[in-house]
């Protein structure tokens, strides 16, 4: 098993820029988990989605940001217009679902945005 | 809903000896616990978990317990050594249609 997949693994960015990261589900997962890190703020959880339906997405720190789930195994997270505070790592996660909780990690997306 | 207090924020070793990091949480429907290192420039890894039915789980050199009545939890790491040194997070959920609840992390230094 490959394990939660994410790309690009770095981006770096002009400000105003659109930035999309992209996250594959470990098969099987129905759970899929948006996080943000960094040094000041710790690990934020920016939105979840359960099968396909984002349940709460009020970690999302504006409007700027978008996240979908366009079919069971893939995520994407947008970023329009990027701007400089928007530089962290962002990371996906995902969850097996039902009574099983035990979530795992992509190896993130550290974004840069200039 | 749920809130998890970690501490200590920062703790250094000496290698050898041993390391315990406490977390409380809040919301006393909270049932599963994990714990994360994180490793410099890494993901955070799972690294044990626990549910309410048990009080203390083993893994080689980690255990973690858990007092539901209190409300807290505990990692212990035994005989430390240099590639402990990390980050760690603790977290809770419960059953319901909820995320895990992260504490703010614990910076380990094992001092070789």
């Known amino acids: 098993d490959a394990g939660v997949i994410q790309s690009p693994r770095h981006e770096v960015t002009e400000m105003g820029q659109e930035v999309t990261l992209r996250c594959k589900l470990i098969?099987?997962?129905?759970?899929l988990f948006w996080y943000r890190q960094t040094m000041m703020r710790g690990l934020e959880l920016l939105i979840y989605?359960?099968?396909?339906?984002?349940?709460?997405d009020s970690g999302m720190p504006e409007d700027r940001f978008s996240a979908k789930m366009p079919n069971a195994s893939f995520s994407t997270l947008k970023i329009q217009p990027s701007e400089p505070r928007d530089s962290a790592v962002y990371f996906c996660?995902?969850?097996?679902?039902?009574?099983?909780?035990?979530?795992?990690f992509g190896p993130g997306t550290r974004l840069t945005v200039t | 809903g749920e809130n998890v207090e970690q501490h200590p924020s920062t703790l250094s070793v000496q290698e050898g000896d041993s390391a315990v990091i406490k977390c409380t949480y809040s919301d006393s429907a909270s049932n599963y616990f994990p714990w994360y290192k994180q490793e410099l420039g890494k993901r955070p890894q799972l690294i044990i978990d626990?549910?309410?039915?048990?009080g203390e789980k083993k893994d080689q050199r980690i255990a973690v317990t858990l007092n539901k009545t209190a409300k807290h939890f505990s990692l212990h790491i035994t005989e430390t050594q240099p590639e402990d040194s990390a980050v760690y997070f603790c977290a809770a959920k419960n059953s319901g249609n909820t995320p895990l609840v992260f504490g703010k992390g614990t910076r380990l230094s094992v001092i070789a």
């Open positions: 626990i549910r309410s039915n048990v």
């Open positions: 989605f359960n099968n396909n339906v984002p349940i709460d």
């Open positions: 996660a995902s969850s097996p679902g039902g009574g099983s909780y035990e979530q795992y």
């Open positions: 098969s099987g997962h129905n759970s």
